[in-house]
C-alpha cells in the first residue's frame, strides 16, 4: 500500500531536520581555517531539500538499520552534493551569481574560497563515511562499501563524468541519448547512490 503524501511530507521534513543538525556541527573542534570554515558551512547550511540524505536515511530504515546509525552517510552524500553545487556555480563552469535564494559561494568568498570549500567538503564527505562512528554503527566492511558507492557515484563514471558531458554539449541542440546520459551522470548517479549506501549500511 502506498503511503499517504502528508506522511512522506513528514519524514522528509523529520528526517531533513536530523541531517541538518548534523551537518551544523560537522565541523566542531576542528582547527580549520576560519574562512575556509565559513565558506563551506555558508554552502552546507544553505537549506534545500536534503532529498539525498533523506533517502539514504530512508533506505536504511527499509533494511531495518536504525535511522541513527545511517547519519554518517547521509551527511557525507550532501556533502558532496554540496561541493558539486559550490563548484557548479564557479565561472569556470555555469557562472551562477545565486544559489538557494542566496549569492553563490564564490559571490562572498571569492572564486579561490569557492574552489577550496568544494574541495574541503569533497574529502570531508569521505572522513565522515569512514569516521570511527560509522564503524560503529555499521562495521569497517559496510562503512568502506558505501564509501566506495559514493566515490564511483560521484566521480568520473558518475557526476564528475556527467558535468564533462553538459560542458561538452553546451550551445548546441543535443539527442536524447546525450542528455540522458548527461542527466544520468549528473543527477541520478547521486540519487542511486543515496539509496545504495543506505542499503549496504
Do not use: W
Not at 93 to 116: C, F, I, Q, T
Not at 176 to 187: A, I, P, Q, V
Request: proline content about 4%; hydrophobic content about 40%.
Amino acid at each position: 500500500m502506498m503511503m499517504p503524501v502528508s506522511r512522506m511530507k513528514e519524514l522528509l521534513r523529520e528526517r531533513g531536520h536530523m541531517v541538518e543538525a548534523c551537518l551544523a556541527v560537522a565541523f566542531d573542534g576542528r582547527p580549520i581555517p576560519p574562512r575556509l570554515r565559513d565558506s563551506m558551512q555558508y554552502s552546507l547550511q544553505a537549506g534545500g531539500k536534503r532529498l539525498r540524505p533523506v533517502l539514504c536515511l530512508s533506505a536504511a530504515a527499509l533494511c531495518g538499520l536504525p535511522i541513527q546509525d545511517a547519519l554518517p552517510f547521509a551527511s557525507a552524500i550532501e556533502m558532496v552534493h554540496t561541493y558539486s553545487l559550490v563548484h557548479d556555480d564557479l565561472p569556470c563552469m555555469d557562472n551562477d551569481d545565486m544559489r538557494r535564494g542566496k549569492p553563490s559561494n564564490h559571490k562572498v568568498y571569492g572564486e579561490n574560497y569557492a574552489l577550496l570549500a568544494g574541495d574541503g567538503l569533497l574529502t570531508k564527505a569521505f572522513e565522515t563515511a569512514l569516521s570511527s562512528e560509522a564503524f560503529r554503527n555499521v562495521g569497517m566492511e559496510r562503512a568502506a562499501y558505501a564509501a566506495a558507492v559514493l566515490a564511483r557515484c560521484a566521480g568520473e563514471y558518475g557526476m564528475v563524468g556527467g558535468q564533462c558531458i553538459d560542458l561538452a554539449t553546451e550551445n548546441r541542440t543535443v539527442s536524447l541519448d546525450e542528455l540522458c546520459e548527461k542527466d544520468t551522470g549528473k543527477t541520478a548517479n547521486l540519487i542511486m547512490a543515496a539509496c545504495m549506501m543506505g542499503c549496504i549500511a
